[in-house]
Structure formats: structure tokens, C-alpha cells
């Protein structure tokens, strides 16, 4: 992330603000008159071809938020992880879509300026909106024979020189304004984001969940679809949301919720995503990733940026133990990575470790679905390291690998799990990994037609149930969820 600082504030109208509220209204406002005006003057342009004048393309800017921290005393300590200084100073990031991310901006806010005392100013950047972030439709250019090359020479448009995860990679260096990063993404960061999301799950942005599922066969996306249905059918979701926007909302008839489902398109996004969104904004979102660590890693890095509460890897995996059976699950509690996808971002010598909240919420979640405790529970779930190798076919390179899967005790096999847990450490969301064992690749076990689709209409529905009572469970402890170690000792302030 290429921070851009105003060097000149007043120029820019930066206000201090009282509080947390009256901040995200400022940015609110700034930001909407500056998509609005940059819409309307792409609409003339297409239209008549009547160019935005000087005075328009300075408001073109996304609205940028500075925080100044100067204690006159002995720092506050607090054991939350986020919302806190490291030092005194001055840090400050760009923002979009204030609205939509208006309960985190206050959240963030509300401790700084309360416990703290930092004084909050808010004003225009000198980062400016590229124009396709702003278009409604994403086909305003159709049939105007007006070309990109065109629009660039009036309008501001992407560049990748001011995208980037400097500050989550810890790669960030200070500019001349001595301001430091407020935030791990920037408005920019974010809007590249938003825009993948929708390419990507085939539905809007804004419906993705704060409580996230991600798994890597669609059986499991057939049982989420029949749990969202009871769910709705209980009272307890508004809506379940499906590839292509399609909704289904709650008192539907059936016939027509089935003709829906019937007809959506999944297949024509790559990794498809399926909404149930409850009335408190706390829903859940699983997505079909797909088979290996380049998908995982491709959402996760989009995901990251809606900056939600948790994600959890619910999939398949290859059991390594002649003591397991199909249909075992595995909790990891360590990852081999051999993904290959994130060695230079995270090498391998850096511990990814895991999370004991969300460990001991997905054993109990596995001992409710199950009914198992004590030495049967032990029997069915076993934790232990979870192997994740970028090469689907590794069976083929057994002598060059046994070695490595016996100093490592692994005990599963699979080609997700790993990424998606370093793209938690190094991203800052929250993670786990719950393994379905489908398959014993060194013990002659292997998927067989008549076989795995016995396995498949009794494991999916379960291992899906048990997925979702942990996220259940870990929604009554956010603030612990989000744990200190995956902070760095000069983290942002906000989460």
C-alpha cells in the first residue's frame, strides 16, 4: 500500500471532529459528494463528451482520516488487541465506503479517542477514486465507443503503483509528513478488493458475511443451502443470498425458493459465494474456493479487506494414520506448508500458530453435532499437523516425501488449509481448519465412485453443522477472538 498524505490539510478542509460518529458522517459525506460528482461528470463525458473542468477533478479524492495521539502522561494499557497505540504521533489513512463500514470505523474510533485521547481530523486525500470504482452498473462504456485510453486523459483510473500490502507485510516506511499508517488496507487496497469480491463470488460485496466458511467441494455449498433454507423457515435469518444476487427471502414459497435455487449459475464464477444474513449483521458467507493454495490465497486476500471476524476451512483432506477412518475429521493445530503460494511473504521459518479460541470452538462444536465426549469423541477427532502441498499429485514423489511427513508427524494431507491459515496470521483474521478425512492415500484407502458418494451424503451435512455451531460459539467472544497474536509490535491501530 502506497500510503499519499496530504501535505496540505487546510488546503484539503481537514476538520476535527468530537467523536467517533461525527467522524464517519464527515467521511461519509466527502466521500459521497466525491463518487457522486465523479459519476455525474463520467455520465456528461459519455454523453456529450463534455470533460470535467479543473475545479471537478480536485474533488475527485477519497476522504482521509487522521488520528493525532500525544499523551501528556503514562500511556493507557488495555489487553485489547486492537484499537491502541504503540507510540505517540500523528497516523492517518484514506477510506471508502464509509457507510457500509460505518459500526467498524466507530468501533475502531470510539477507544482512541475515549480512553486515549487522540484528537481526530478529517478531510480530503490526495488520493484520487479511479473512475470504474464509482460506475453502478459496470457496463456504462457499452456502446459509446468511447475507449479506456480515452477516459484516462480526463479521468483518474487504477494503478497499481498505490496498491499494495506494505503495511500488512510490514514493508511500510514513513513519508515526509512523518504520519503513520491508521489502518492495514487504504481506501484504494479496498476498493481493488471489492471490486475482485464480486467478480469472483458472482454476488455483491455488501452481503458478504462477517462469519466465513470456506471449503473446497460444492457438496458442501447443497447442505448450506438446505441449512439456510431451515433457517429461514425458523425465523432465524432474513435472507440467503446466492450466486448472481439472487435472493431468497424469508416466507418465500417453497416452490419458488426451489425454482431459484434450480436456477442460479453458479458455475460461471470461479469461486461462488452463498449469503445467510440474519437481522443483527451477523450472518455467515461460505464460499467455494476450489482445489488449491492459488484460489485460497486469491479470496483471502480480498476478503481480508471487509475485515471480518473470523474465517474457518471446513474440506476434505488425505488421512495420513492407519488409525484413522473416512470420515474422521482432523482439527489442525499446526500446518506444514508446502503451498509454495506465500514464501516470500510469510517464509516458512515464521510459526503460524493456532488459535485456542477457535480451537477449543470447533471441538465443542464437533462434541454437540456429534453427541460424542470423552474417549469417543477422541476416536472420530484427532488434532495434530495438517500438511498443505501445492502439488495435487504429491503421491507421486512419495520417497522424496515420506521423510518430511514423518519428521513432521503430519497427519493429514490437503492443499488449502495452510494458505488460508497464513493468510489469517498475516492478514489479521482470525482462522481455523476443520478437516473431513476422504481418503487414506498411503494406507490403499482410496475414492472409489459408489463409495465416496455414501461417504458424501453422511459426512457433508454433519462437518457443514459442525462449522457452523463453532462460529455460533465464537460470536459470544469477539473481543477475546481477536487475539494478540496477530499483532506486531507496531501494528495499526485499527483492527
Not at 463528451?49 to 475545479?55: D, R, S
Not at 456502446?143 to 511500510?172: K, M, N, Q, Y
Amino acid at each position: 500500500m502506497k500510503q499519499e498524505k496530504s501535505v496540505a490539510g487546510q488546503r484539503n478542509g481537514f476538520v476535527e471532529v468530537k467523536n467517533a460518529e461525527e467522524a464517519v458522517d464527515r467521511l461519509a459525506a466527502l466521500h459521497t459528494r466525491a463518487a457522486d460528482g465523479l459519476r455525474e461528470a463520467l455520465d456528461r463525458y459519455l454523453d456529450r463528451k463534455e470533460e470535467p473542468t479543473a475545479a471537478e477533478r480536485v474533488l475527485f479524492r477519497y476522504p482521509e482520516i487522521r488520528v493525532a495521539y500525544a499523551p501528556t502522561g503514562l500511556m493507557p494499557i488495555t489487553a485489547r488487541a486492537y484499537a491502541k497505540f504503540q507510540a505517540p504521533g500523528v497516523y492517518a489513512t484514506t477510506v471508502t465506503q464509509p457507510g457500509y463500514f460505518r459500526p467498524y470505523l466507530i468501533e475502531q474510533l470510539r477507544p482512541l479517542m475515549e480512553e486515549f485521547g487522540a484528537s481526530v481530523t478529517v478531510g480530503l486525500s490526495d488520493q484520487a477514486i479511479p473512475y470504474p470504482y464509482v460506475v453502478t452498473r459496470g457496463d456504462e462504456l457499452a456502446g459509446t465507443a468511447v475507449t479506456a485510453a480515452e477516459l484516462a486523459r480526463f479521468f483518474p483510473t487504477p494503478l497499481l503503483a498505490v496498491v499494495g500490502d506494505e503495511i500488512a507485510d510490514s514493508l511500510w516506511e514513513e513519508d515526509a509528513t512523518g504520519m503513520r499508517p491508521l489502518a492495514l488496507f487504504d481506501a484504494a487496497r479496498t476498493d481493488f478488493s471489492l471490486r475482485r469480491l464480486v467478480h469472483y463470488t458472482g454476488t455483491d460485496w455488501r452481503h458478504i458475511q462477517p462469519w466465513i466458511l470456506l471449503t473446497n467441494y460444492h457438496r458442501y455449498v447443497d447442505q448450506f443451502v438446505r441449512l439456510g433454507l431451515a433457517e429461514l423457515a425458523a425465523g432465524r435469518a432474513e435472507r440467503l443470498i446466492l450466486p448472481g444476487n439472487v435472493v431468497i427471502e424469508r416466507g418465500l414459497p417453497e416452490d419458488e425458493a426451489v425454482a431459484r435455487i434450480t436456477g442460479v449459475a453458479w458455475h460461471r464464477f470461479q469461486m461462488p459465494g452463498y449469503h445467510l444474513i440474519d437481522a443483527e449483521g451477523r450472518g455467515t458467507t461460505l464460499i467455494n474456493i476450489g482445489v488449491g493454495p492459488a484460489n485460497a490465497k486469491n479470496i483471502t486476500d480480498h476478503l481480508a479487506v471487509l475485515r471480518p471476524q473470523c474465517w474457518l476451512m471446513i474440506g476434505h483432506c488425505g488421512g495420513l494414520r492407519q488409525s484413522q477412518t473416512i470420515g474422521d475429521y482432523v482439527l489442525a493445530h499446526a500446518y506444514l506448508r508446502q503451498d509454495g503460494i506465500l514464501d516470500r511473504l510469510l517464509p516458512t521459518d515464521i510459526p503460524v500458530p493456532a488459535l485456542a479460541e477457535v480451537q477449543v470452538a470447533l471441538q465443542e462444536a464437533a462434541a454437540e453435532v456429534t453427541g460424542d465426549r470423552g474417549e469417543a469423541l477422541k476416536r472420530r477427532l484427532r488434532t495434530g499437523t495438517v500438511l498443505t502441498n501445492g502439488d495435487r499429485n504429491w503421491e507421486l514423489r512419495w520417497s522424496q516425501e515420506r521423510r518430511r511427513i514423518n519428521l513432521s508427524r503430519a497427519i493429514a494431507v490437503d492443499m488449502e488449509s495452510g494458505t488460508i491459515a497464513a493468510q489469517g496470521y498475516r492478514l489479521r483474521v482470525p482462522y481455523g481448519t476443520l478437516l473431513c478425512v476422504s481418503d487414506k492415500p498411503l494406507h490403499g484407502e482410496i475414492k472409489l465412485p459408489g463409495a465416496a458418494n455414501a461417504f458424501y451424503e453422511r459426512a457433508v451435512g454433519e462437518h457443514l453443522r459442525i462449522g457452523l455451531k463453532a462460529l455460533d460459539l465464537l460470536r459470544g467472544q469477539p473481543d477475546t477472538l481477536h487475539s494478540r497474536k496477530l499483532r506486531s509490535f507496531d501494528e495499526p491501530p485499527f483492527r
